[in-house]
Nanobody, 118 residues
Framework: VQLQESGPGLVKPSQTLSLTCTVS??????????WSWVRQPPGKGLEWVGY???????YYSPSLKSRTSISRETSKNQFTLQLSSVTPEDTAVYYC???????????WGQGTQVTVSS
């Protein structure tokens, strides 16, 4: 399984950040797998952003829930993160990953740097 993030590397404050994760070698609708977004701000640890399940159900970090939306395009085997009203505090490397049946991440994308700046 391979995951690849794509999207703009620079977003202006107050705009919406949009990233897509393209999955190959496995279907995002396969039972028991969850597809996740995680980010790492500079100098800080990993922060979970949210999941979209194989069923299409979504779950978000409480601290980001009001600004976050994760959707999917099954025909393209992609899932997308949208984070609205961004500020410089949303600057981070954003990763997509797969959570397996045991609740552990088993595959990751390489990550993509997103900078929020005017």
């Amino acid at each position: 399984v391979q995951l690849q993030e794509s999207g703009p590397g620079l977003v202006k404050p107050s705009q919406t950040l949009s990233l897509t994760c393209t999955v190959s070698g496995g279907s995002i609708t396969t039972n028991l797998y969850w597809w996740s977004w995680v980010r790492q701000p500079p100098g800080k640890g990993l922060e979970w952003v949210g999941y979209i399940a194989f069923s299409g159900s979504t779950y978000y970090s409480p601290s980001l829930k009001s600004r976050t939306s994760i959707s999917r395009e099954t025909s393209k085997n992609q899932f997308t993160l949208q984070l609205s009203s961004v500020t410089p505090e949303d600057t981070a490397v954003y990763y997509c990953g797969r959570v397996g049946g045991g609740g552990y991440y088993d595959y990751w994308g390489q990550g993509t740097q997103v900078t929020v700046s005017s």
